[in-house]
Structure formats: structure tokens, C-alpha cells
């Protein structure tokens, strides 16, 4: 079982501890990091995203944040973040190649398999620039990756044209973040 940190509104522990279903089912506040990793190609910034597992809990076979994940009680927003790309992606990264974008304050309540999914997160949101093809995904986490190029990526899930859980207020946060740092030695 895991168990995460209760937070309040900054995703500051508030000394609590909450397992992951109970922060689910109870829509109980939590933090996550979100990795986006980024390239340039052509002179495009292109975002990898990752489709999840057909078994995930929630939004099964949606197209995704390159890696994400819950954080673990005890531990800090970037040890996470660089669990969760070496896990679920096979990239080894260090503490000084995120971009911090920002954080967010995510709050939804659907049903996934029969039952009321309550999402109540912190999340720090980070991009990662790396130009890579092969990926070791986590099968159980992750079916597929996919390069698209940014602004189709922005259009696509802005129009729901293809299957996703992606907030476009996180796309605008990563442009940003990735053309603070783009400017000179980030090209092909």
C-alpha cells in the first residue's frame, strides 16, 4: 500500500499521513510532480507524452504527461520526479536539469471502473530537455510514447482530438518554462 503526505494548499505536509486510496476516495489534498520533457527539432519545440496503461485507475490508454507520479510520504517533490522518469521511462536525469514551471492545484471528482475517483492535488510541474527516441517504459505504467510537435499537441488536446488528461493551463505553463531556457544552447 502506498501512503502520501496530507498538504494543504501550498503542498506543505501538514505531519498527516493518507494512503493513496484514502486520498482518492476522500479527494484528501496530495502532491504530485510532473516531468515534461522536451525537444527541439527543426527548430519546433516538439513535448513527449506518454499514453497510460489500459490497467491505470484512472484514464486508462489517455495520452499523458511524459512522466508523472504521486509522491511518496517522506519524500520531496524532485527525488519523486526523478523516480518517476527513471521508472517509468528508463531516463536518468539530475536534479539540475528540471525547469521549474510552476505549481498548480489540480481538483476533479469522475468515475473510473465503477467507482468515484476524488482528485485533490499539489502539483510541481518541471520540464526536462532531452532528445531521445528509445524509452524503457514501465508496461504497467505506460503502453507508448510519442513525440508531438507542440502547438499540434496544444491544438489536439485543446479540441479533444485525441484521448487525454492533459489541462492545456499546464501545456501554456510548460511553453513557457521551455522558451526561458530555449533561447541558445537548447537547438538540435
Request: charged share 30%.
Amino acid at each position: 500500500m502506498e501512503f502520501l503526505d496530507v498538504v494543504d494548499e501550498n503542498g506543505n505536509p501538514t505531519g498527516e499521513v493518507v494512503s493513496r486510496e484514502n486520498a482518492h476516495r476522500e479527494g484528501i489534498p496530495h502532491r504530485t510532480s510532473h516531468v515534461w520533457i522536451v525537444r527541439i527539432k527543426g527548430g519546433r519545440l516538439q513535448v513527449l507524452l506518454q499514453k497510460r496503461s489500459d490497467d491505470k485507475d484512472s484514464y486508462p490508454g489517455c495520452y499523458d504527461i511524459s512522466s508523472a507520479g504521486h509522491i511518496p510520504a517522506g519524500v520531496d517533490f524532485i527525488p519523486s520526479a526523478l523516480r518517476e522518469l527513471k521508472e517509468e521511462l528508463g531516463v536518468t536525469a539530475k536534479a539540475q536539469d528540471l525547469i521549474y514551471c510552476g505549481q498548480r492545484r489540480i481538483r476533479f471528482e469522475e468515475e473510473f471502473h465503477g467507482g468515484l475517483f476524488r482528485d485533490n492535488q499539489v502539483s510541481n510541474i518541471y520540464v526536462l530537455f532531452l532528445d531521445q527516441e528509445e524509452f524503457q517504459v514501465q508496461k504497467e505504467e505506460v503502453s507508448a510514447v510519442r513525440w508531438f510537435d507542440f502547438d499540434e499537441c496544444l491544438r489536439a488536446v485543446g479540441n479533444n482530438e485525441i484521448p487525454h488528461c492533459i489541462w492545456v493551463e499546464e501545456l501554456l505553463m510548460v511553453k513557457e518554462g521551455s522558451e526561458k531556457v530555449s533561447g541558445g544552447d537548447k537547438d538540435e
